[in-house]
């Protein structure tokens, strides 16, 4: 069983993929409606997996939340997005990413992408 942080803020969306995430018998241990949040979250907490939306209210995206954890932590983060055109995709490959799940969430693919790592 993986330790996951969710980072969305779109409590709706954080919310059922909760629900995804536990169906694959994984335990969630806190949704992050920030990235500084996440960030605050993982300098207290030990986590084995961060899923991260990309578009984020607040200061900061997902791509500099994850830049800014890649420094300090090796994590791996899978990428959550409706975002799939090239420029979107060749920064989420560029910024040392596990994968991407794409929205809107399909069950097979969270347990599938999950299990790999």
Do not use: W
């Not at 900061?60 to 420029?87: M, N, Q, W």
């Not at 794409?102 to 299990?115: D, G, M, R, V």
């Amino acid at each position: 069983m993986k330790k996951i942080l969710i980072v969305e803020d779109e409590i709706i969306t954080a919310q059922s993929l909760k629900l995804m995430v536990e169906r694959c018998k994984h335990e969630v241990c806190h949704i992050a409606m920030s990235g500084k949040d996440a960030i605050d979250y993982i300098t207290k907490n030990q986590l084995d997996l961060i899923l991260m939306d990309i578009s984020l209210k607040g200061e900061i995206d997902g791509f500099e939340t994850v830049k800014r954890i890649k420094k300090k932590y090796d994590l791996p983060i899978i990428y959550t997005t409706a975002f799939t055109d090239d420029l979107t995709m060749e920064k989420i490959q560029d910024s040392g990413a596990s994968g991407i799940i794409e929205k809107p969430y399909n069950q097979l693919k969270i347990c599938s992408q999950l299990s790999e790592l």
